[in-house]
T-cell receptor
Framework: LAKTTQPISMDSYEGQEVNITCSHN???????ITWYQQFPSQGPRFIIQ?????VTNEVASLFIPADRKSSTLSLPRVSLSDTAVYYC?????????????WGAGTKLIIKP | EAQVTQNPRYLITVTGKKLTVTCSQN?????MSWYRQDPGLGLRQIYY???????DKGDVPEGYKVSRKEKRNFPLILESPSPNQTSLYFC????????????FGPGTRLTVT
């Protein structure tokens, strides 16, 4: 199981674009990259998932370079409500391999 | 509405008194998991289930039991709770097909005195 490394915390301001980078040097061929958001005392919420290049949905974009040893979650025009902890995870999609390693995540604080 | 429910949301109990935390999902998901979250630590998986009657240990299974008799339910059982099991517990489910998009319950805050 690949381990991930993220910054412990980040600050930004409302209306800015925020990029959170995650390092996963030991990512395996079958691993996918998944990002979650968690507010205090709530369960994590899935944000986005990808394998390579770029994935975009209605809330975020995920950029993955060709070597896949890192990934960047991009949150466009953040608001105060985006203040949360963001987790980067890598995991194998094959049936039966269900374990993900959750690190400490990145605490993102958005200021007015 | 697609959701995962947990009960109770808050529980204070004493050492050794058996308890069960229920978890139910209405999305017909095959995979379900239990996690605990402690301050300064990420989520740690306790047990998971890939389908009815199929369960396996996660990273921290000691002191816990689970069962999966129906697809929608995945209760967590603490036969003899101890203070070190004081934690925030989350149940989660996912389709299990090409996705790690998990749906988490609201959490159960357990205090064992």
């Amino acid at each position: 199981l690949a381990k991930t490394t993220q910054p412990i915390s980040m600050d930004s301001y409302e209306g800015q674009e925020v990029n959170i980078t995650c390092s996963h040097n030991n990512i395996a061929t079958n691993d996918y990259i998944t990002w979650y958001q968690q507010f205090p005392s709530q369960g994590p919420r899935f944000i986005i998932q990808g394998y390579k290049t770029k994935v975009t949905n209605e809330v975020a974009s995920l950029f993955i370079p060709a070597d896949r040893k890192s990934s960047t979650l991009s949150l466009p025009r953040v608001s105060l409500s985006d203040t949360a902890v963001y987790y980067c995870l890598v995991g194998d999609m094959r049936p039966g391999d269900y374990q993900l390693i959750w690190g400490a995540g990145t605490k993102l604080i958005i200021k007015p | 509405e697609a959701q995962v429910t947990q009960n109770p949301r808050y529980l204070i109990t004493v050492t050794g008194k058996k308890l069960t935390v229920t978890c139910s999902q209405n999305m017909n998901h095959e995979y379900m998991s239990w996690y605990r979250q402690d301050p300064g630590l990420g989520l740690r998986q306790i047990y998971y289930s890939m389908n009815v009657e199929v369960t396996d240990k996660g990273d921290v299974p000691e002191g816990y039991k689970v069962s999966r008799k129906e697809k929608r339910n995945f209760p967590l059982i603490l036969e003899s709770p101890s203070p070190n099991q004081t934690s925030l517990y989350f149940c989660a489910s996912r389709t299990g097909v090409n996705s790690y998009e998990q749906y988490f319950g609201p959490g159960t805050r357990l205090t064992v005195t």
